[in-house]
């Protein structure tokens, strides 16, 4: 008897759990919590999808993460900032080869697109944000896969 294995089981050997977080406006001239971090996790990838066409102002993307608990926790640059003026429709941006690399952006809208993220991206607990470097029109959604590294640590979309 043929056993098949459901593509989401598949999805999940290979890269870890994932968590969906919902179309939204950009941040105005801000930074916006875009995945909520319960415990020490590894990124096996972090997408971002245009949803709803990006306007002419031009403004550049930057993903970071905020370290929740004292001392001397700051926020670190994932992926640098980098220029998403005018993104159309299902237009993809993704982490670089390299932690604070510059986003990846799909040459065209729907296109396909390596998804890079270093080995071992580890991310702890805490946020992870982006932020925008001026007011424009848009909406992206965004989709992250993760594995935990602390037992019991988990990510939901903020």
Same mark, same amino acid.
Request: net charge neutral; charged share 5%; hydrophobic share 45%.
């Given at each position: 008897?043929?056993?098949?294995?459901?593509?989401?089981?598949?999805?999940? &050997?290979?890269?870890?759990?994932?968590?969906?977080?919902?179309?939204?406006?950009?941040?105005?001239?801000?930074?916006?919590? &875009?995945? =909520?971090?319960?415990?020490? &996790?590894?990124?096996?990838?972090?997408?971002?999808?245009?949803?709803?066409?990006?306007?002419?102002?031009?403004?550049?993307?930057?993903?970071?993460?905020?370290?929740?608990?004292?001392?001397?926790?700051?926020?670190?640059?994932?992926?640098?900032?980098?220029?998403?003026?005018?993104?159309?429709?299902? =237009?993809?941006?993704?982490?670089?080869?390299?932690?604070?690399?510059?986003?990846?952006?799909?040459?065209?809208?729907?296109?396909?697109?390596?998804?890079?993220?270093?080995?071992?991206?580890?991310?702890?607990?805490?946020? &992870?944000?982006?932020?925008?470097?001026?007011?424009?029109?848009?909406?992206?959604?965004?989709?992250?896969?993760?594995?935990?590294?602390?037992?019991?640590?988990?990510?939901?979309?903020?």
């Amino acid at each position: 008897m043929t056993t098949l294995i459901a593509p989401s089981s598949v999805r999940q &050997i290979a890269l870890g759990n994932v968590v969906h977080r919902a179309a939204a406006l950009l941040p105005q001239t801000a930074t916006q919590n &875009i995945f =909520t971090v319960s415990g020490g &996790i590894i990124v096996t990838s972090l997408t971002g999808r245009v949803t709803v066409v990006l306007g002419a102002t031009v403004t550049t993307l930057s993903v970071g993460v905020t370290p929740s608990g004292g001392g001397s926790a700051q926020n670190a640059g994932l992926a640098s900032a980098t220029a998403i003026t005018s993104a159309a429709v299902n =237009t993809v941006v993704s982490l670089g080869a390299t932690v604070g690399a510059a986003l990846v952006v799909g040459a065209a809208a729907g296109t396909p697109q390596v998804i890079t993220t270093p080995a071992g991206l580890y991310v702890p607990a805490g946020t &992870i944000t982006i932020t925008t470097s001026a007011s424009d029109t848009g909406s992206m959604k965004w989709d992250m896969t993760y594995v935990p590294f602390d037992d019991g640590a988990t990510v939901v979309a903020a």
